[in-house]
């Protein structure tokens, strides 16, 4: 409990919270996070850049000259060179770094960039720099939604959702031949996946979320449960307004297989979590909670300031080379596979399978004005799926919830907490960055960490309480058995007499018959 001791000492921390302001029941498993994932240091951020060593055993010096005459010749450096110059405005990109090695192990630079088919855009026309360093909202969002449990700090489910969130607010129609969660032991992304697979044309049959549903509605049909990325993604797509005209940036992006996201895409992954949060175990709590717990449980130190430049550079350049390493480009599928590892093909996969575009792609079409629009997309087929019972309860036919998409309105497919149940679009509606007096106003929820624990301490208590009542009973049944047999045996004893009694009237009477016979 060293560091995560360390990082709670101070009673508020700077622009922070009080320790008496977050959920009580976060500190646990904030501090069990921080104790398996610790600060990091320059060497974390090199062995996670892993720039030291030549990418494959055929990078030479006019290969590495290469790529430094590209980087020098780039629009993005010179937007980082602006990186660590720009005094309290550095902050949230340092602390969207810190966020990001720490618990994902990634560089900002790599995890959200055109290599992973993202590239930010932000609300309105600004300067290259804001598309290249994101604007200061834009960080503090990726920031809080970056350390949520629900990745179990795992980055690949979180650049999975963020691109499939993009990817329906502008249209969904697009084939990147991307799978989402290529991995995933969930039936409904198997299928979806499948699906896409068989497609070979640009433009899909009907919208991801379309897809999505259809791959939900057969594996209800059959049984199968989705999983929580399932129910999230449902719940995205859902919610997400989509722009039946993209603007002409966002359009060149998607031509060259880049999704374009915002930070109103991050806000949706962020509602979405915060109503589920308040109806499903799986998710326990809102984006907001888990940030500000740790904010104040944790500290980090690196990267500076004045090592933010340097190690923006390193990992742009680190991409440059990832993305120039032969043979990258029969890859297939972005986000695939788990962190860096030591051999040079893994390192690769870490990042992606996918053909991805390079860098400069961004750079050349960054330059049309954003335009946003509000119109949806025409709603899908509403499906049918079994809720899950609540702990305690049998499944029964009975539980069965419509989705409403007509009508906007869907229930969530998950387990329920024990408040009143309520429709997704209700608690989409309602759900807000989700403040602390909220969060204590809820049922506690028990940690992911805690929760096994908790389960077993109620099983036994359980099994003692139903001990004590059996042996109660077998108390009360002693008794009766001992009442019983009192009650046997006056009664023999009693047949006992009667017995006597009859023999002896019996004898008596025989014994008179025959003096009577002889009189006669």
Known sequence: MNAASNDSQAARRPGGLLAAEIDESLV????????????????TITDILQDEEPLHDDWDQAAEDMIEDQWQKSERKKSSDHVGTRRTNDDPLRELWRVCVRFFRQAPPILLSSYNRLQFVPKRNRSILSYHLFTNEGCKAISDLVVHTVWQQDHRPFVHTLIYAANCRVGGRTNFRWLPFPDAPCPVLRSLSATLQSFDDDELPKTIHK???????AA????????????????????????????????????HNIIPFRITDVECIQKTIDAFAY??????????????AFRLLKRDEVPTRDQLRELDARACKQMLRIVARPG???REQPASRSGPSTGDTERVASRS??????????????RSR?????????????????????????????????YSTSSRSTEISHRRSQRDPSTLMEQLASAGPGSIQHERDRAPHVGAQDRFIEELKSSVESQKTEIQNLSKRLTETDGKVERHESLIRSLQEENRVFKQQLTRYVTGTESDSPSQHSEA
């Not at 399978?353 to 960054?366: K, L, Q």
């Open 28 to 43: 646990p498993i904030i501090e069990a996070i921080l104790q398996r994932h610790r600060a990091v240091t320059l060497d």
């Open 211 to 217: 897809l999505h549903i259809d791959a939900r509605n």
């Open 220 to 255: 209800i049909e059959e049984r199968e449960e989705p999983s929580v990325f399932s129910d999230l993604m449902y719940g995205i797509g859902e919610s997400t307004t989509v722009e039946k005209f993209p603007s002409k940036h966002e359009l060149d992006l998607l031509r």
């Open 279 to 292: 109806s499903d175990e799986r998710v326990s709590y809102s984006v907001k909670a888990v940030a500000d």
């Open 328 to 330: 990258i480009h029969d």
């Open 353 to 366: 399978r996918s053909p991805p575009p390079s860098p400069d792609i961004s750079d050349a079409i960054i």
């Open 370 to 402: 954003h335009r946003s629009h509000s119109d949806r997309d025409s709603p899908p087929t509403s499906p049918q799926r079994s809720v899950r019972p609540r702990r305690g309860q049998a499944t029964s036919s009975a539980q069965v919830a419509r």
